[in-house]
């Protein structure tokens, strides 16, 4: 598979580099799965509609389509969590029919799944969680000692090096997927489902799932992996099923020469991306301008660790009408300064100050940042940028209530016309504005916190990773509506792990490593092995970088 744009390394030990086929896998010697027909509807939603599945034993299946093409939802009726009777079709396994009622019932048959958001208790041993609900026992009563005995043979047979008392609070979030592997694994897992498996991780994570992934299918698990990753499919899939508008589209040989990521790409969102990128005027303000932005010698320790710094002396300027770029591996501090920058939502403030247009203000609480015209698009939107349980107009509404107000009263009719507007404008895919913004998917959902926060009017804006686990039709969208605030005069801090979108979008990059500022690029000057030297760096050194630069230092995607 040939990729359009190369991924960002985000992590010394990157996944196999794209466009390397996946290694061959065992013989398939049949369909161990069959989904014929099936049809699944929520109120006022239609969100699968004659989808069929085949996947060979032995095989890793992709299944691949953009947010909201009914993925998740697929697979949740082939492991139960929608049960039997609340769907129309026929599923097979090993060619026998199954009628699962409940993901319990699905496990039985050695079907596991493991979803985007990890099901494991953060406050339990690592052996707790492996073992919970299927714990080993003699006489009614837990086998503790048999249980940490399997729970060590199956972290040796993930890789995973790690204590199996280890409580899993303490362990990253890369080792959890390891965990719920291990987890499935303790069931007799014969076909095993990952839902975006690598959506959180750094490079050096993703490398070690796919090469165990590689590992489970020479030992005869079939799996099926969910990934908006097209270089990830190249490197560990066998085929490929497109899903598109809740319809299965096609399916495909990875290993074919003509499924290039354009093609797949086609498949998912039914038209040719000329670009992934939105043409973009460089930025090209007035010269001695004051910033919109201006941060000074900002830097925050840990919240626990007081003698650890996550942000030191970092220095920065966005203007109007201006995309930075903000790059750095996990653990860089490029979260931890954009929350402490917003209301000092993260550690211990120790020194610094914010500018906004050249006078100094203060943003010591959200209330007071989001005052100052800044608004923070958060990296964790399930968490901390929506609502889940209302609507998709009150989460438009949640940062702009008082200007939507009659004598301390939200005008519920205007809350609506409002959202309606930006659900039309930003193509947000939902019934109705009405509709809870936690049935909507990730794309979606993430367009719903950019209209919270525009309607919330910033001159302002830090966006951090503004696209994760959004497929590339969304992502295309997303990155329209960020070209188009730039334009309007917006300052825009952009934070993401993909370089590709980073020197895509952005008129100047800073690096950061250690939590210290490493480097500043300009676009004509920025390449992929340009940033990461930089993020690499082991002595930060204090970034060059021009603040107005010329239309011949912009770029055009």
Not at 237 to 244: H, Q, W
Request: hydrophobic share 40%.
């Amino acid at each position: 598979m040939t990729p359009a744009a190369p991924r960002s390394p985000d992590a010394p030990v990157p996944p196999p580099s794209p466009g390397t086929p996946a290694p061959p896998s065992p013989a398939p010697s049949g369909p161990v799965l069959e989904m014929r027909s099936i049809v699944k509807t929520f109120p006022g939603v239609r969100a699968l509609s004659d989808v069929t599945l085949s996947v060979r034993r032995g095989e890793v299946h992709a299944l691949c389509g953009e947010n909201g093409a009914g993925k998740s939802t697929l697979m949740k009726v082939l492991s139960g969590v929608h049960p039997h009777g609340t769907y129309e079709g026929e599923i097979l396994f090993d060619g026998e029919p199954c009628r699962f009622r409940d993901i319990r019932a699905s496990e039985e048959r050695g079907i596991v799944i493991i979803h985007q958001e990890l099901a494991l208790v953060p406050h339990l041993s690592i052996a707790e969680n492996v073992f919970l609900g299927n714990e080993p026992a003699r006489r009614g009563t837990i086998d503790w000692r048999e249980a940490l005995r399997r729970a060590s043979g199956l972290l040796r047979r993930v890789g995973l090096d790690e204590h199996p008392e280890t409580r899993v609070a303490d362990i990253g979030v890369g080792k959890q997927q390891l965990v719920e592997i291990a987890k499935a694994l303790a069931k007799d897992v014969r076909l095993l489902i990952l839902d975006e498996p690598t959506a959180a991780l750094n490079d050096e994570d993703s490398a070690k799932l796919l090469r165990l992934m590689r590992e489970l299918r020479g030992q005869g698990v079939t799996s099926i992996i969910i990934s908006h990753k097209l270089n990830e499919i190249a490197a560990i899939a066998d085929s490929v099923t497109i899903l598109r508008d809740g319809r299965s589209i096609e399916t495909l040989d990875v290993r074919d020469p003509a499924t290039t990521e354009e093609r797949i790409i086609r498949g998912m969102v039914g038209r040719d991306l000329d670009s992934r990128f939105p043409a973009r005027t460089p930025y090209a303000g007035p010269a001695g301008a004051e910033p919109a932005l201006e941060i000074r010698d900002w830097t925050v320790r840990h919240p626990l660790d007081r003698g650890r710094r996550v942000v030191d002396g970092v220095s920065l300027q966005v203007r109007r009408g201006e995309i930075v770029g903000l790059a750095g591996l996990m653990g860089a501090g490029r979260t931890e300064l954009a929350m402490s920058v917003f209301g000092r939502s993260y550690g211990r403030y120790e020194r610094g100050t914010v500018l906004r247009d050249g006078r100094e203000v203060r943003t010591r609480t959200v209330p007071e940042a989001v005052a100052q015209g800044i608004a923070y698009v958060t990296e964790d939107r399930k968490h901390y940028g929506l609502d889940l349980g209302d609507s998709v107009s009150r989460n438009i509404s949640l940062a702009s209530l008082g200007a939507l107000a009659r004598r301390g009263v939200v005008d519920g009719h205007e809350e609506r016309r409002v959202a309606e507007r930006y659900r039309r404008s930003m193509n947000i895919k939902a019934p109705s504005v009405l509709e809870p913004v936690g049935r909507l998917s990730g794309g979606n959902q993430q367009k719903v916190v950019l209209a919270k926060w525009i309607l919330a009017g910033p001159d302002v804006l830090i966006l951090d990773e503004p696209t994760r686990g959004v497929d590339v039709g969304a992502k295309y969208e997303i990155y329209t509506v960020i070209d188009r605030l730039a334009a309007e005069g917006k300052a825009i801090l952009l934070i993401s792990s993909e370089l590709p979108e980073l020197l895509g979008l952005c008129d100047r990059i800073h690096t950061m490593a250690a939590g210290r500022l490493t480097a500043g690029v300009v676009r004509a000057d920025a390449t992929q092995e340009v940033l990461m030297r930089h993020m690499t760096q082991d002595t930060p050194a204090p970034p060059a970088v021009r603040a107005d630069p010329t239309p011949s230092e912009g770029h055009q995607a």
